[in-house]
Each structure stands twice: as C-alpha cells, then as structure tokens.
T-cell receptor, first 116, second 114 residues
Framework: GAVVSQHPSRVICKSGTSVKIECRSL??????MFWYRQFPKKSLMLMAT?????????EQGVEKDKFLINHASLTLSTLTVTSAHPEDSSFYIC????????????FGPGTRLTVT | GDSVTQMEGPVTLSEEAFLTINCTYT??????LFWYVQYPGEGLQLLLK?????DKGSNKGFEATYRKETTSFHLEKGSVQVSDSAVYFC?????????????FGTGTRLTVIP
C-alpha cells in the first residue's frame, strides 16, 4: 500500500529556533499534501493544504508566516515552524493524496515537537 | 460547520468481547464518513468508509452503518482481538465522495487484554 514517512519522528528545540519537518510519499506521487496538528485528547486539526508547485492554502487561524509549507516535488512537502515557542509544542501529522477528487489520504506517523 | 463527536475512551475490553465506539456528526451537506485506525508507532490507516445514507462500511470484522436519521456512524466488531488495540478516529469529508478536508473526532483508544 501507499506509504508516507515523516522525519524526524520526535524533535526537541529551544524557544526562538526554527524546526523543519519532512513528509515524503515513498511509493506514489502526491499531488496534494495536508498538514494536521493534534493536541492532547483533541481532534486532528487541518492546518494547511499544499499542492505541488503552488502556494499552500492555510486554514483560518493558522499563521502562514509561522508555519511555512513547501511542496517542491511530488514526493516531498516540508513544514517549518519558525521562531518556535512552547505553545507550538504538539503532534504534527501529514497526509498525502495521489490524485484529485475521490482519492484517499495516506497518513504519515507524525512528528512530536517539544519546544523548551 | 462540520464536526464529529466520538466516544472519548479509553476503552478496555477482554479478547472476544463486543466493541462499539459511538460517533455522531454534524454536516451541512451530504458527507462521506470514515473510520481510521492508528496502531502504535504508525500513521493513520483507513479502516472503512461509507459515502451515502444506509451504506455499511466493513473491513477486518469491523462494521459501521451510515445513519442519516440519527447522524451516526458507530463502529462495531463482534469479537475483538489483542491485535485490534489501537486508536480509532471517526471522520467526515465535506467534499462528497472524496477525502478532501477531513474533519476528525478526538479518537478513542482501545486496549484489548488477553
């Protein structure tokens, strides 16, 4: 089946630094990738949708200058948390979709970010 | 707006017990409904789906029926196994039969003990 990887799986950084999280589709080309954030005991919240080669579409309330998303190729999307603060600590999950319309999303295993 | 409410858990069951995880939804249109499962250390996987009212999704012994009259999509399994231990997420899509823009419930952790 379709596999999506994320790297790193876990990262700890100091307040004020930036962190990059990679999302890769390993055996298919992802025209669309999604970034979610999950708070403890809460739902997965969609942060943004990115299509290869174009700017990401951010959900309401998500700061695009803080959460930079790049979908430069059909197999890689990156999320950079800039000037991270403790409130950015969370579980970030990406998903990828092969086509448009009715195609399923395939999820990565998630990245646990802790900002100290 | 669209939303999903599911039983929070955690749920602990003995092997071969009957499982029900409740899920209800709110949607303005005609959503598709999904159950995803997340095994320890892995990403979310689609378990089953239903795209219209009265459809029944089924997979690996799990079933869920799309009930428009009660806006529900409860997950059931007649006899759970230890290997079913995971977190289960109910979700809906606001794009007809697609999986575009998924709205998730909070997840329910299931632990099955031998």
């Amino acid at each position: 089946g379709a596999v999506v990887s994320q790297h790193p799986s876990r990262v700890i950084c100091k307040s004020g630094t930036s962190v990059k999280i990679e999302c890769r589709s390993l055996d298919f080309q992802a025209t669309t990738m999604f970034w979610y954030r999950q708070f403890p005991k809460k739902s997965l919240m969609l942060m943004a949708t990115s299509n290869e080669g174009s700017k990401a579409t951010y959900e309401q309330g998500v700061e695009k200058d803080k959460f930079l998303i790049n979908h430069a190729s059909l197999t890689l999307s990156t999320l950079t948390v800039t000037s991270a603060h403790p409130e950015d600590s969370s579980f970030y999950i990406c998903s990828a979709r092969e086509g448009t319309g009715t195609y399923e999303q395939y999820f990565g295993p998630g990245t646990r970010l802790t900002v100290t | 707006g669209d939303s999903v409410t599911q039983m929070e858990g955690p749920v602990t069951l003995s092997e071969e017990a009957f499982l029900t995880i409740n899920c209800t939804y709110t949607a303005t249109g005609y959503p598709s409904l999904f159950w995803y499962v997340q095994y320890p250390g892995e990403g979310l996987q689609l378990l089953l789906k239903a795209t219209k009212a009265d459809d029944k999704g089924s997979n690996k012994g799990f079933e869920a029926t799309y009930r428009k009259e009660t806006t529900s999509f409860h997950l059931e399994k007649g006899s759970v196994q230890v290997s079913d231990s995971a977190v289960y997420f109910c979700a809906l899509s606001d794009a007809g039969t697609g999986a575009n823009n998924l709205f998730f419930g909070t997840g329910t952790r299931l632990t099955v003990i031998p």
